[in-house]
């Protein structure tokens, strides 16, 4: 039993490390752009400067947002913070591959995504809209989606500034073609099917089963050319 709980600090410990390399000795700060956005919102709402909120907006509005932008910032870190850090060498010498940081440090940003979710989650319920669980799922997959692009372009152009400046226009892109939530597009990572009140149930449930299953396997899919382009040492310490 003690061993057991030794093993379980010493891996807490090991993530704590991680998320401090992921974004500073004070990560945890991190959690407070949840009550942050969600005044920001209810006071948008109270002042009258929107017409007000329903449970269509929770998936990418009121949840969704800042959970991309943080997605995204934690994703540029794993790989490329390593490169700008001049730390990369190292890391190829750790036991078991370079592809073990980084899912120590994947791991480490999505335990910093849940607590900001559940936070969001709690103060868009009871401060602003009720709304379907599923929606958490549509925003957190959204946030993944977000992060392993990040990942991947900030080890396609060896730098966080070049990963941030790709994922930017890849995810403009499809805000752009959504009409920025006002068209619902299955092939977009922000399809929000709760937007759509008057759509066909049954269509409904097959282009949302069609959506979440593609871009899960679409983000296992840039996951692993990520892991493959890191390791290719002598192209990554090229730059």
């Not at 945890?28 to 329903?54: K, R, S, T």
């Not at 900001?116 to 997959?141: D, M, N, R």
């Not at 990572?189 to 937007?195: S, V």
Request: with cysteine; hydrophobic share 55%.
């Amino acid at each position: 039993m003690k061993d057991d709980l030794l093993v379980l600090l010493g891996g807490l410990e090991m993530y704590r490390y991680a998320a401090i390399s992921l974004s500073g000795k004070h990560f945890y700060l991190i959690l407070l752009v949840a009550p942050i956005w969600v005044c920001g919102l209810f006071l948008l709402e109270y002042v009258g400067l929107v017409d007000g909120f329903n449970s269509g907006h929770a998936q990418i509005t009121l949840i969704g947002i800042p959970l991309v932008f943080i997605g995204v910032f934690l994703g540029l870190r794993i790989i490329a913070s390593e490169i700008s850090g001049r730390s990369l060498e190292i890391v190829y010498t750790v036991p078991g591959g370079c592809e073990r940081v980084w899912w120590v440090k994947l791991i480490a940003a999505v335990l910093i995504l849940i607590p900001v979710e559940i936070l969001l989650a709690v103060g868009v319920w009871f401060f602003i809209t009720e709304y379907p669980l599923f929606v958490l799922q549509g925003s957190l997959q959204g946030a993944l989606f977000a992060m392993v692009l990040a990942m991947g372009m900030s080890a396609l152009f060896r730098s966080e500034i070049g990963g941030a400046v790709a994922t930017a226009l890849v995810l403009v892109f499809f805000a752009f073609i959504s009409g920025f939530g006002n068209i619902q597009r299955v092939f977009s990572p922000f399809y929000n099917p709760f937007a759509m009140f008057e759509a066909d149930p049954e269509v409904l449930l097959e282009a949302t089963v069609q959506n979440r299953i593609g871009y899960a396997l679409l983000t296992l899919a840039i996951l692993g050319l990520a892991f493959m382009r890191s390791n290719r040492r002598e192209k990554l310490l090229s730059g």
